[in-house]
């Protein structure tokens, strides 16, 4: 079992960045693929971003690339997304997941634990 806890969101303008990060507690975090989701207002969730366990490989939806970064540091039980050059669009509750095993996926029912979620919203 690992717990995932989300900060750093909040309201930005365009054209601005934040960087969310996710607390992991439990089991080894270096055991864990780690990703980035959102869910926009009226939207389905969505993939963003995702690391493998030793932050060999990173994958982003297109919407993202390029603007935001993924990044974890096992020593600190710790997952990041640093975004910028934000949108309106990008206005979401983010959440942080944690998958099992070796595989890093883009697929949310691949991921067995959750975070709370944080919001982000972009002013035009």
């Known amino acids: 079992q690992v717990q995932l806890v989300e900060s750093g969101g909040g309201l930005v303008q365009a054209g601005g960045s934040l960087r969310l990060s996710c607390a992991a507690s439990?089991?080894?975090?270096?055991?864990?693929?780690m990703a980035w989701f959102r869910q926009g207002p009226g939207k389905e969730r969505e993939f963003v971003a995702a690391?493998?366990?030793?932050?060999?490989?990173?994958y982003y939806a297109d919407s993202v690339k390029v603007r935001f970064t993924i990044s974890r540091d096992n020593a600190k039980n710790t997952v990041y997304l640093q975004m910028n050059s934000l949108k309106p669009e990008d206005t979401a509750v983010y959440y942080c997941?944690?998958?099992?095993?070796?595989?890093?996926?883009?697929?949310?029912?691949?991921?067995?634990?959750w975070g709370q979620g944080t919001q982000v919203t972009v002013s035009s």
């Open positions: 997941a944690a998958a099992e095993g070796p595989l890093t996926t883009r697929q949310a029912y691949e991921y067995d634990f």
């Open positions: 439990g089991r080894t975090f270096s055991s864990y693929a």
């Open positions: 690391i493998s366990r030793r932050a060999i490989k990173s």
